[in-house]
């Protein structure tokens, strides 16, 4: 046995990323706020953004409160760490806890092997 206990294999079903505590990081972060399983989490020198089975950060949303065209690289520049399949859409970006979720997405067959 580890000396951290028993291992729990399966899965949290969650997902998130780490944004920076700046201004842009504080307009995404109140986009996602009040979402469906969304959790956002405030702390001196970042903010999480955690959700439950997926997430959905809608650049056209955020562009529209944040006042500029919002886009992936602007995305990255904020965010310094995530957990969770991520996939970059030019409009969007996802999170998801499963990686049989992200199927369609990253090219992930989901069919056993013959």
């Known amino acids: 046995m580890s000396a951290f ?9 969650m997902c998130g990323v780490t944004l920076m505590n700046n201004q842009n990081g504080h307009v ?32 056209d949303e955020i562009s529209e409160a944040i006042g500029f065209e919002f886009g992936p690289a602007d995305f990255e520049e904020i965010m310094s760490t995530h957990y969770g399949r991520m996939v970059h859409l030019d409009d969007r970006t996802f999170l998801f806890a499963n990686p049989e979720d992200a199927a369609e997405y990253i090219d992930f067959d989901l069919r056993p092997i013959q």
């Open 28 to 59: 995404v972060a109140d986009v996602m706020r009040g979402k469906s399983g969304v959790t956002v989490s405030e702390y001196p020198s970042m903010i999480r953004v955690d959700g439950e089975g997926k997430i959905e950060f809608d650049f």
């Open 5 to 13: 206990g028993a291992a729990n294999p399966t899965s949290s079903n």
